[in-house]
C-alpha cells in the first residue's frame, strides 16, 4: 500500500508559517558521550547525517550546556559555535529539508560538579552535590547565558534549540516547591515558581529573532509526589506559547521519579493520551514521546490527535532509516528498538558512550562499517541465537555464502526463551527482524539441524562460525537431581509444574525474569495502559500532582509465595540494568517476593531447601526449586571442529558464557562479521 495511504498523517509536512518539517517524525535528543570526547564532533556528524538520509523531518542534538555549571559538553563561545557547523553541515548536505535543532540542557542540581546551581539549595535524591543556590544576579547571568547560547546556535547553522524544562533539570526545578523554596519573585507562587522559565524562552526569542525554531519541552506529568498541577500545566504552556514558543514537547517524569516511563514493561504509546489532553489547550504544535517504536504507534497517536509530531529517540538509534523503510513499504525490515536500555541509557548513565544492543553501528558509525567484501567465502554459522543471527545476517550482506544451522525448529535461540516473560514481548520484533533479514538475503536457512563436525566437514565450508550458546548450570549439590528441582527452560516453557511455595535458586537476570513470570498475573502491564498506570500508581483521568499523588499502586500477583536467593552477600538485583533494575525489584517486592543473599545451599530433600543464612542452618519448605544459576559455554561442537583439524571461530555464548548478554553476543558477532 502507498505510504501516504497507510500513513496520512505521519507523512503529512507540518507548516510552521515560516518554514515547514517535511513529516511528523523527529529524532529525539539523547545524550551519547560524542557530545564529550575528542573528535566527537565529527562522529556526531556521522551519526546525525546517516539519520538525515534515513528519512526523519527533524533532529534534535544531545543536551548542550549554556555555560560551566549547566553540566557536561557547553556552547557558550562563537569557537565552540564552529565546531557545531560540522554536524549541522552535514546533515543538510545529506538533506537540506531536514531540520536540526540543538537541545540547550542546564542540569541544575543534577550537573555532575561541584558548580552546580539550582532555586534553591536541595539535593536532588540522584545528585552527587548539594547545589549553590543562585542569587539575583546568578538568575540574570543564567538567563542571559540561555540566550547566548541560543544565538550561538543560530550563527552555528541550527534550524533552532529545544530547551528542556522538564526531568529534574534547572528549570523544573524551579517549578515544584520540593526544589524551589525561595521567597523572592522567583519562588512562592506558581506564578513565580513558572517565572524563570518562562524568561528564559523569552529572552531566547528574543535573542533569535522570529524565524528559527523554538521547542520548549515540558514535564506535562513529572511522576512526583506532590509535582505539578494539571492546571499549573496549563497555565505554564500558555505562558511560554504566548513568549515565542514555537513547538511545545511533552515530557514525562523527572529522572528521580519512581514510575518507569520509557522501558519494556512500558505499553507503547502510554503517555500520548496527556499530550492529547494538553494540545486542546494550545495553539502551537505538540510533540508526543516514549515509547513509540514503530511507523504505525505513531500514525494512531496522529490520527487520533494526541499530538502534531513525534518524537523517536531510541528508536532512532536502533534503526536510523525507520521512516525511510515506513515511507518505502517495508516495515517489515525495521530493526525495533526493544526499550532494553542496556546500550544506550544504561551506558550514559554510567559514562559509557551510547550504543545499540540491537545495532551496535550507532554512535559508532566511523568505526564499524559492513562494506562488500572483494573475497567472498562460503561460511556456516551454527546456531541461530542473537550471536548467529547477527553474524550471518551481516556476513551475507557483505556478500558472502551463509548457511546457517540451528537444531531449534526456530531462529532465536534463547530470546525465544525471554520474549515469553511478561514485559519482553518486544523481542518478537528483533526475531521479525532477523527472519525478515534471512529471507531478503538469501541465506541458507536450516532449522532443525543439528550439526557436527563430519557433516561440515562434508559441505567443505571456507570457514564455520560456531554460536551455539550455553548451557545452563547445574550446581553440584545434594538432591540436585530431587523431583522438587526443575530447571529455568521448562518453567519458561511450560514443560514444569511449578508449585505454591519456590525457592528461585540464582537472583541473575534470568532469576529475576523467571520471578516476574511465576508471580505475574493477568494481562502483562506492558501489553495494556490500564493495568500499567494501576501497577505504578498512575491516574491519567483525573491527574493529581504529578499523575501520581495519592495514587496507591495495585499489583495483581499469582498468590505463590517466592524467595530469589543468592550466594553473594551484596543486594539482590544489584546487577541489574542501571536504569531498569530498580523496577524489577519494586514490582516483585510488591508482589511479596521475598528476596535472600549470603545463602550457602546444603542439600534439598522431601523436607524442602537446606541451606545456611547468614551462617544459620535453614530449612524452607518448598514446593518447587528453580534454578537460574548461571551458564556454561556449549562448545561440543567446537571441540569436535579442533578435534579433527577444522578452521572454526567462537562466538556469543559458546566464546563465554559469563558476563554474556545480547548485547554482548551481538556486538561480538557484529564486530567479528565485518571483518571477515
Ligand atoms: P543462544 O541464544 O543460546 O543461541 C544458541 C543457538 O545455538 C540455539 O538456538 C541452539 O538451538 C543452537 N545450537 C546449539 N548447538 C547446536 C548444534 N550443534 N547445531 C545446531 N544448532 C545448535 N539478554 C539480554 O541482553 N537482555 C535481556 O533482557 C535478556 N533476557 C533474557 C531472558 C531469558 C529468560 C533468557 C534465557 C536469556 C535472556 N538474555 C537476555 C540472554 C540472551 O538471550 C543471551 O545472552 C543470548 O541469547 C546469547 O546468544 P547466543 O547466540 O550466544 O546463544
Ligand atoms: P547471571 O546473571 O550470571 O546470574 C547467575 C546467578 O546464579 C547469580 O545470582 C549467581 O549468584 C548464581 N550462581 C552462580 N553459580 C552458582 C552455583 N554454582 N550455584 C548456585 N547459584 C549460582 O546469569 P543468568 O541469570 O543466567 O543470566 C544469563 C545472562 O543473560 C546474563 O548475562 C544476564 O545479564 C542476561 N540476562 C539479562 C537480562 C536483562 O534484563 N538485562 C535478563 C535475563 C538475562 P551467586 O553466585 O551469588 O549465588
Ligand atoms: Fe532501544 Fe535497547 Fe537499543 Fe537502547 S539499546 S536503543 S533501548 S534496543
Known amino acids: 500500500m502507498n505510504a501516504l495511504v497507510k500513513y496520512p498523517n505521519l507523512f503529512a509536512p507540518l507548516d510552521l508559517g515560516f518554514t515547514q518539517i517535511k513529516n511528523r517524525v523527529l529524532m529525539g535528543s539523547m545524550h551519547t558521550g560524542l557530545e564529550d570526547i575528542p573528535g566527537g564532533m565529527a562522529r556526531q556528524a556521522a551519526y546525525f547525517a546517516e539519520r538525515a538520509r534515513g528519512g526523519v523531518g527533524m533532529i534534535i542534538t544531545g543536551g548542550i550546556g549554556p555555560n560551566r555549571e549547566a ?20 546533515v543538510h548536505a545529506a538533506d537540506p529539508d531536514v531540520k536540526i535543532c540543538l537541545q540547550i540542557l542546564h542540569a541544575g542540581s543534577l550537573a555532575r560538579s561541584g558548580e552546580s546551581v539550582a532555586p534553591s539549595a536541595i539535593r536532588a535524591r540522584i545528585a552527587a552535590h548539594v547545589p549553590n543556590e543562585l542569587d539575583e544576579e546568578g538568575i540574570e547571568k543564567q538567563l542571559s547565558d540561555f540566550a547566548n547560547c541560543a544565538a550561538l546556535a543560530k550563527e552555528a547553522g541550527y534550524d533552532g534549540v529545544e530547551i528542556i524544562g522538564s526531568a529534574g533539570y534547572l528549570l523544573s526545578t524551579f517549578l515544584v516547591e520540593r526544589t524551589n523554596q525561595r521567597t523572592d519573585q522567583w519562588g512562592g507562587t506558581f506564578e513565580n515558581r513558572m517565572r524563570f522559565p518562562v524568561e528564559v524562552v523569552r529572552r531566547v526569542r528574543e535573542a533569535v529573532g522570529k524565524d ?81 517504536n514503530m511507523p504505525d504507534v505513531a500514525e494512531a497517536v496522529l490520527a487520533r490527535g494526541d499530538a502534531d509530531l513525534i518524537s523517536m529517540a531510541r528508536p532512532m538509534l536502533a534503526d536510523p532509516e525507520l521512516v525511510l523503510k515506513a515511507l518505502e513499504g517495508r516495515e517489515d525490515e525495521i530493526n525495533t528498538c526493544i526499550a532494553c536500555n542496556q546500550a544506550c541509557l544504561d551506558h550514559t548513565f554510567t559514562g559509557r558512550l551510547t550504543s545499540c544492543l540491537v545495532n551496535p553501528r550507532a554512535c559508532h558509525e566511523t568505526e564499524l562499517n559492513y562494506l562488500p567484501t572483494d573475497k567472498p567465502k562460503r561460511l556456516a554459522v551454527v546456531g541461530a541465537g542473537p550471536a548467529g543471527l547477527a553474524y550471518a545476517t551481516i556476513a551475507a550482506e557483505r556478500g558472502h555464502s551463509v548457511t546457517l544451522y540451528d537444531s531449534a525448529a526456530e531462529i532465536g535461540g534463547q530470546f525465544n526463551l525471554a520474549r515469553r516473560i511478561p514485559g519482553k514481548e518486544e523481542f518478537n520484533e528483533t526475531l521479525r527482524y532477523y527472519g525478515r533479514r534471512i529471507e531478503l538475503l538469501g541465506i541458507d536457512l536450516r532449522l532443525n539441524t543439528r550439526v557436527d563436525a563430519a557433516q561440515l566437514k562434508a559441505e567443505g565450508f571456507d570457514e564455520v562460525i560456531v554460536a551455539t550458546g550455553i548451557e545452563p548450570r547445574k550446581p553440584q549439590l545434594e538432591g540436585i537431581d530431587h523431583p522438587k528441582v526443575v530447571s529455568y527452560i521448562d518453567v519458561i516453557m511450560g514443560r ?23 508471580t505475574h498475573a493477568g494481562v502483562s502491564a506492558s501489553m495494556d495502559i490500564d493495568v500499567f498506570a494501576k501497577e505504578w500508581g498512575i491516574d491519567f483521568v483525573n491527574h493529581p500532582r504529578g499523575g501520581v499523588t495519592g495514587v496507591k499502586p495495585v499489583v495483581a500477583t499469582s498468590g505463590r509465595e517466592v524467595t530469589l536467593m543468592q550466594r553473594k552477600s551484596e543486594s539482590v538485583g544489584k546487577s541489574l540494568g542501571k536504569t531498569t533494575g530498580w523496577t524489577h525489584r519494586l514490582t516483585l517486592q510488591r508482589r511479596g517476593v521475598k528476596m535472600l543473599n549470603g545463602v550457602d545451599y546444603l542439600r534439598i530433600d522431601d523436607d524442602g531447601l537446606h541451606m545456611l543464612v547468614g551462617g544459620q542452618p535453614t530449612v524452607m519448605d518448598v514446593d518447587t526449586v528453580i534454578v537460574c544459576a548461571g551458564q556454561l559455554p556449549l562448545r561440543t561442537l567446537f571441540d ?22 545480547a548485547k554482548a553476543a551481538i556486538q561480538q558477532a557484529s564486530v567479528m562479521a565485518a571483518a571477515i
Do not use: Y
Not at 556552547?75 to 553541515?89: G, I, K, M, Y
Not at 569436535?640 to 566464546?655: D, P
Open 640 to 661: 569436535q571442529l579442533e578435534a579433527s583439524g577444522q578452521k572454526a571461530a567462537l562466538i556469543g555464548g559458546a566464546f563465554e558464557a559469563s558476563e554474556l548478554d
Open 71 to 90: 553540566g557536561s559538553g557547553k556552547l557558550s563561545t562563537p569557537e565552540e559555535a564552529q565546531e557545531h557547523r560540522q554536524v549541522t553541515d552535514a
Open 496 to 518: 514444569a509444574e511449578v508449585g505454591q511455595k519456590v525457592a528461585i535458586m540464582g537472583a541473575g537476570g534470568i532469576g529475576f525474569d523467571v520471578a516476574e513470570l511465576i
Open 212 to 292: 528559527f525554531i523554538v521547542i520548549f519541552r515540558i514535564a506535562a506529568m513529572d511522576m512526583l509526589e506532590g509535582g505539578m498541577a494539571w492546571d499549573e500545566v496549563v497555565t505554564l504552556a500558555k505562558a511560554i506559547e504566548a513568549v515565542g514558543a514555537t513547538i511545545i514537547s511533552t515530557h514525562f517524569c523527572w529522572h528521580e521519579a519512581q514510575v518507569p516511563t520509557i522501558a519494556t514493561m512500558v505499553p507503547r504509546a502510554a503517555f500520548a493520551q496527556v499530550t492529547g489532553r494538553l494540545r486542546k489547550e494550545l495553539k502551537v504544535p505538540l510533540i508526543t514521546s516514549n515509547r513509540i
